[in-house]
């Protein structure tokens, strides 16, 4: 089981960077929240469209707390698996991919 922590909101993104969850671009003056994590001798940074936390926030609850993705794997602000949506959320303006 991995370890979360310096999980923050940010307001404004101060440049380009690639969300964690769907690898669409997050802007420079966009909002985004990020956490690192640890597993063992792992270490990762996330960084998310504020949608995307919250569909990943989602998933992991579905899931049990504990979950791997790669990036790109769901769409934008959906937790359907990337080509799978079938909730309905995916919006076809934002399958641009960074």
Not at 26 to 44: K, Q, T, V
Not at 82 to 97: A, I
Request: charged share 30%; proline share 2%.
């Amino acid at each position: 089981m991995g370890v979360t922590f310096h999980e923050c909101e940010i307001q404004k993104s101060r440049r380009r960077r690639q969300c964690t969850w769907c690898a669409i671009a997050i802007e420079i003056g966009e909002p985004y929240r990020a956490y690192s994590w640890r597993d063992g001798g792992m270490f990762g940074r996330v960084q998310m469209h504020p949608e995307c936390y919250a569909a990943m926030l989602d998933v992991a609850t579905e899931e049990g707390g504990w979950f791997e993705w790669s990036v790109g794997d769901f769409h934008r602000g959906c937790g359907c698996a990337s080509g799978d949506c079938e909730c309905g959320d995916f919006r076809n303006e934002n399958s641009k991919r960074s």
